[in-house]
Nanobody, 113 residues
Framework: QVQLVQSGGGLVQPGGSLRLSCAAS????????MSWYRQAPGKERELVAS???????IYADSVKGRFTISRDNAKNTVTLQMNSLKPEDTAVYYC???????WGQGTQVTVSS
């Protein structure tokens, strides 16, 4: 059974950093495209970052230079390192296995003074 369990997130001040993790079971993340999405209140869910099975990586323009997506094959996890956070980054963040459309449970990120 495929499962994606997220951890991390929380409250951080502008300019701070957070690290989100997505632990997978039922498949090996190395061989699947994995993505991070976010959804703010009143807005549609948007793609934040994606890493393909061939190592290709894309980022939304709004997070380029600040966020980094990566895999940890030993732990079978995908991470999103978020630096220089801004209030507009506030949202619920979700990880996703693209091929099977499996989603993690979501985790809140709040950037505020």
């Amino acid at each position: 059974q495929v499962q994606l369990v997220q951890s991390g997130g929380g409250l951080v001040q502008p300019g701070g950093s957070l690290r989100l993790s997505c632990a997978a079971s039922g498949f090996t993340v190395r061989w699947y495209t994995m993505s991070w999405y976010r959804q703010a209140p009143g807005k549609e869910r948007e793609l934040v970052a994606s890493i393909g099975s061939a190592g290709d990586i894309i980022y939304a323009d709004s997070v380029k230079g600040r966020f980094t997506i990566s895999r940890d094959n030993a732990k079978n996890t995908v991470t999103l390192q978020m630096n220089s956070l801004k209030p507009e980054d506030t949202a619920v963040y979700y990880c996703k296995q693209v091929r099977g459309a499996y989603w993690g449970q979501g985790t809140q990120v709040t950037v505020s003074s």
